[in-house]
């Protein structure tokens, strides 16, 4: 029977080689098979490997048939089994035994592949054998493509922590009366706003209209209106500042109508006959204050939210209504209109409502009482302390929300108000737990310890082990339960891993004994990317209070210290001093006095140099994997999460053993900071299912459906920013459904796309806006900026986009494609350019212009901007420091675009074929990723 052997990667040395042995015989551990079409024919040699597929098996073409290599080696009786079997034996698939002496040819070397043919051996390399797409054998001519349609009900809509609206006038009690329709036009006017019309009030008259007409110009004045004319007539302009309806910060600066305000108002009648109205209206009030008629009093008062300064340009005419509130931007002391008066005003109507507020506290009158400071006052702070002290907490808790006081108080509030869940919400939207619990100690010792140990659960549950315990310790009666997450924080791995490591064996009278192994694994290890773990470990014995244990740890942490530092592997400049400290700690003096003078051995990090050469890798085609990679994620302790597609994810080491793998259909991934726990998201229809695995438990379970538009590629344990379509939202992770701690809604267009840390988020609204958030005491925005000319050209298209949670945005546009030709051709050849938005924080970065028609992407970190260049034949990944200096190249060859994720420390760079590099960016160590 003749055949068709490919001579492409055959070995030179085979005719040197003949086996004794043709075949295998009896029962063997088959780790692939040979199936011969010639011999069992095209379409009985594809339906046995159909048969018997799994998505870790691959298929390639080998002499003439095809080689189906396995995942893991199976038990199989030759004579029956589907294929000519192949066993491994030291790297070697052979499809006969060998002997010792057969073995050592010097044509077999790792990963060949020997096959015995009709008394011929033929060695074959391993990357040089076509793979066979089995997809392709399939016919699904005669199917018809439907759309999906799901089985259930949509996700109903994620509920969110609706903000408290400010306490009104009726949250106090009914012995507030409402003001008079008098006080509530006064004090519109002064606000800002239209005054409410009551009920059967009669038509305005003409001066009345005048005025409004005058207003509503005013207002387009400031506003810029619909119009392209800008600015009205100059007889809307003057009538406007003749009525003094144009609000502040309208005309700007010191303007002549200003002037004439000012002049007009001292030395004309009407000036005069304004000053005689506001009189009335004041003696009026103080009248009634005088009368002791404070409920009436009430009624007329005007709230001292506004500060009345001498040097503030009085209003020409009562304040009028006008259609929109309107925000004051000179500075305290500038020519603002004001009602008038003078701190001589000021001062004697606080006067009034302090006295007022001591009689209604006499009185018992306390909603009354709390009403005057909290409105009439603006003394909000004192109203809600004044409040807990009359035992008035929920409506403390209230007011404080309402009126926006600092997060920790409001915090102190809600859990003094009993209502724990949402002191709690709160705290975790804003972070506020160490400003509550501050606030708590200082009068409410129980509460306050009480709230500690929620916080501790709520750290400890989000992940953040090292802060859970952080805060328990202070408490010696709490550590009994910090015992548990110092474990799951060590079985987390990482620098923080070895900081708990050391308070777990110095810290219990048996840490020592039940974390010894750990302590010595770490310690005996040489590695240099563990070297920083051991100086953490250092740092956190050191730390610890003496004890026998301690004792016993200082001499081998010192000496593993000092190996790094011999091997070149420090890198800290505090290291010196960590030995000195831990020499002054040591037992005895015998190794201070044999111990040689420490040189300045300290190793810079790669990323902190840029006179290191440039990394250059290359990622062969023939290095694909046996599984498509859709996302990876690196560990802190090094091991990797793949991301399998409906085929699960999967928890490898560094020399690709597996470790556990989860039963959840995983095509993205979100890391937690903390490296203890991950999102999984797969794609289901107009939906995504999300789920949770547990890395340290070695546990998944399905989570929740979302409509989501993006997502921050991480996240603290704890929450989680994500948009959908016009919508941004901070989702609890923590919570068994969808709910929501924060949103913003109706977005211009989709919010996409979307990053966050610790201390900022941001994202870019469509083509038009990039909107950044501070996320201390809550997200506040920080800026609104909008996106340069180029990007919201309608002849241009946004063709990539990356953010960096300070507000840094790249944005790449193509020139959009005139004719179906430039389609076809994949948008190449067309004009393209780069657009770029300055971060808010103090932080610059050198940038490069490359060829804009090769390149496919752009990835932005706050250190390092990355570049996806597409050659034709191959990709290559161009990565830059800040500074602008080239630090690495990688190439991957195909036509497969690689996917990528960048960190501060840690460039991932794979593609759906299983291939994947890993770049430490602090050592510029490169690893491939390994094949499990």
């Known amino acids: 029977m003749p055949y068709s052997y490919g001579g492409r990667g055959m070995s030179t040395a085979r005719a040197g080689l003949r086996p004794r ?78 002997s010792p002496a057969e073995r050592r040819h010097p044509s077999l070397h790792e990963g060949a592949v020997l096959l015995v043919l009709r008394g011929r051996s033929l060695v074959f390399s391993a990357g040089a054998m076509p793979r066979v797409d089995v997809s392709t054998w399939l016919d699904v001519s005669a199917w018809t493509l439907r759309a999906p349609e799901t089985l259930g009900a949509p996700p109903p809509p994620v509920p969110v922590l609706e903000p408290v609206p400010p306490p009104s006038r009726e949250r106090f009690g009914p012995g507030v009366p409402e003001p008079s329709p008098e006080a509530q036009k006064m004090l519109a006017g002064m606000e800002g706003r239209r005054a409410p019309v009551a009920a059967g009030a009669r038509r305005p008259g003409w001066w009345a209209r005048l005025r409004e007409k005058f207003s509503r110009q005013g207002t387009a004045v400031r506003g810029g209106g619909e119009s392209g004319r800008g600015w009205p007539g100059w007889m809307a302009r003057l009538g406007a500042a003749l009525l003094g309806s144009v609000a502040p910060g309208a005309l700007q600066g010191p303007s002549p109508w200003s002037w004439l ?100 506290e006499r009185e018992g009158r306390i909603d009354e009482a709390a009403f005057v400071l909290a409105e009439l006052l603006g003394a909000v702070e004192e109203a809600v302390s004044f409040l807990e002290r009359h035992g008035r907490f929920k409506l403390a808790a209230e007011l404080a929300e309402g009126r926006k006081l600092a997060p920790g108080l409001v915090v102190r509030q809600w859990f003094l108000a009993q209502d724990v869940a949402r002191a709690v919400a709160i705290a975790r939207r804003s972070g506020a737990f160490g400003d509550a619990v501050a606030r708590l100690e200082r009068s409410n010792p129980p509460e306050a310890l009480a709230l500690r140990l929620l916080w501790a659960e709520t750290l400890a549950e989000a992940g953040d082990y090292a802060r859970a315990v952080q805060v328990v310790w202070p408490v010696a009666k709490n550590r009994a339960p910090a015992r548990e997450w110092l474990e799951r924080g060590v079985a987390s791995g990482g620098a923080t891993g070895a900081r708990l490591l050391a308070m777990w064996a ?116 023939s290095e694909a994997g046996t599984f498509t ?37 995983a095509f993205h991934l979100v890391p937690s900071i903390h490296g203890d726990r991950v999102l999984a998201l797969a794609r289901r229809d107009e939906v995504w299912r999300l789920s949770r695995l547990d890395l340290v438990a070695r546990r998944c379970s399905p ?60 994202f870019i609204v469509g083509t038009q ?17 909008e996106l340069p000319p180029e990007v919201s050209d309608p002849k241009m298209v946004s063709w990539h986009q990356s953010v960096v949670p300070d507000g840094e945005a790249a944005v790449l546009c193509m020139e959009y494609p005139s004719n179906p030709e430039d389609v076809a051709r994949g948008w190449n050849n067309l004009r393209s350019s780069l657009a770029w938005v300055q971060p808010v924080t103090l932080r610059n970065r050198v940038r490069t212009e490359r060829d804009h028609e090769t390149l496919k992407g752009i990835f932005l970190s706050r250190e390092w901007f990355l570049e996806l260049m597409d050659l034709g034949t191959d990709w290559q990944l161009h990565l830059t420091d800040r500074r602008g200096f080239s630090r690495a190249v990688l190439t991957f060859e195909g036509n497969v675009r690689p996917r990528v994720r960048l960190t501060d420390s840690i460039l991932l760079a794979f593609d759906e074929g299983g291939r994947g590099v890993w770049l430490d960016l602090e050592s510029g160590e490169v690893r491939h990723l390994p094949v499990p």
Request: hydrophobic share 45%; proline share 5%; aromatic share 8%.
């Open 21 to 98: 042995q043709q075949v295998h015989r009896g029962t063997v551990r088959a780790s692939a098979f040979w199936l011969d079409p010639a011999l069992l024919g095209e379409a009985e040699a594809r339906r046995r490997i159909l048969a018997v597929w799994t998505p870790d098996m691959s298929v390639h073409t080998v002499a003439g048939g095809y080689l189906v290599e396995m995942s893991a080696p199976r038990t199989v009786v030759c004579e029956a089994a589907l294929g000519l079997p192949l066993t491994r034996e030291y790297g070697v698939l052979s499809s006969a035994p060998l």
């Open 261 to 360: 305000s000012d002049w007009m108002m001292r030395n004309t009648l009407l000036g005069a006959w304004v000053r005689q109205r506001k009189s009335e209206y004041v003696r009026r009030l103080f009248d009634m204050f005088e009368e002791g008629n404070l409920d009436e009093a009430l009624r007329h008062a005007i709230p001292l939210s506004k500060e009345l300064s001498e040097d503030a340009r009085e209003a020409l005419g009562l304040p009028g209504p006008r259609a929109q509130l309107t925000l004051q931007t000179e500075a305290r002391g500038a020519a603002g209109s004001v009602f008038g008066g003078g701190a001589n005003l000021y001062s004697a109507l606080q006067q009034r409502y302090r006295e007022a507020f001591r009689r209604f």
């Open 506 to 621: 110095t810290a219990f009278a048996d840490g020592l004994t039940v974390a010894g192994a750990r302590v010595r694994e770490l310690l005996d290890d040489d590695a240099p990317e563990r070297a920083s773990e051991r100086f953490v470990f250092g740092l956190a014995l050191v730390e610890e209070p003496p004890s026998a244990n301690r004792t016993a740890l200082v001499v081998p942490t010192l000496r593993a210290l000092l190996r790094d530092r011999a091997a070149g592997n420090a890198r800290f400049t505090s290291d010196l001093s960590l030995i000195k400290r831990l020499l002054g700690a040591a037992p005895d003096g015998t190794l201070r006095t044999d111990l040689p003078s420490l040189a300045d051995n300290i190793h810079r990090a790669w990323r902190d140099t840029h006179e290191r050469p440039r990394i250059d890798v290359t990622v062969r085609a």
């Open 629 to 665: 990679l859709h996302d990876v994620v690196v560990l802190p302790d090094g091991r990797l999460l793949y991301a399998l597609g409906e085929a699960g994810a999967r928890l490898v080491r560094e020399d690709g053993r597996t470790v556990a793998h989860f039963d959840v259909p």
């Open 703 to 762: 989570w929740v459906d979302m409509s989501l538009t993006d997502w921050s590629r991480s996240y603290d344990g704890n929450v989680w920013f994500v948009s959908s379509e016009n919508m941004v939202m901070m989702v609890d992770a923590l919570a068994a459904d969808c709910r929501a701690l924060w949103r913003v809604p109706e977005l211009a267009s989709r919010a996409f796309p979307i990053a966050a840390d610790a201390t900022h988020m941001s």
């Open 769 to 785: 806006e990039r909107w950044t958030y501070t996320l201390a005491d809550g997200p506040t925005l920080r800026d609104r900026s």
